[in-house]
């Protein structure tokens, strides 16, 4: 059996379709810049590891 919620419409969603979705879809997204800042610092961090690393060994 579906569990639905009590207040099948949403006043803040415009759109006849929108109204229709339930609360938690139409929640705003997390930052996405800050998910992929640890990325670009995990690259450069490891790219400058090993760039010291072969021209340690090479020196």
Do not use: C, W
């Not at 990325?39 to 060994?57: H, V």
């Amino acid at each position: 059996m579906k569990r639905r919620s009590l207040v099948l419409t949403s006043e803040n969603a415009r759109h006849p379709f929108r109204q229709t979705l339930p609360p938690h879809v139409l929640r705003p997204l997390q930052d996405v810049r800050r998910a992929q800042d640890g990325d670009a610092k995990l690259f450069l961090m490891s790219f400058t590891a090993f760039f010291i690393a072969f021209y340690g060994f090479i020196g």
